[in-house]
């Protein structure tokens, strides 16, 4: 992301089928980032779940209920930036 904007180096943009499967795989980036030493600066949206954003600085990550992700289509929006496959 840096090649495009300057406040991070990667968004994570991530789609669940429902409210508790947003929370879910929010809470996992959370913790899998918290245990490789990030600290967490900012969470939005975990109340709501349709959209839970996720600050840690280098990482940014988005987790949408689907049609909110269809909706706001951040692909779009940040297409000039290289894309990175996470396995």
């Known amino acids: 992301m840096r090649k ?3 406040f991070t180096d990667y968004f994570v943009i991530a789609s ?6 947003v929370k879910a795989v929010s809470d996992g980036i959370e913790e899998a ?4 030493g990030f600290s967490l600066r900012r969470k939005e949206g975990y109340k709501e779940a349709a959209w839970v954003l996720v600050d840690f600085g280098d990482v940014i ?6 049609e909110k992700r269809e909706f706001y289509c951040l692909e779009r ?3 000039d930036a ?3 496959k996470i396995k």
């Open 16 to 21: 669940a089928g429902s409210d508790r499967k």
């Open 61 to 66: 990550a988005h987790v949408f209920y689907e």
């Open 82 to 84: 290289p894309r990175v």
């Open 33 to 36: 980032l918290s245990k490789k």
């Open 4 to 6: 495009v904007c300057n």
């Open 77 to 79: 929006l940040w297409a």
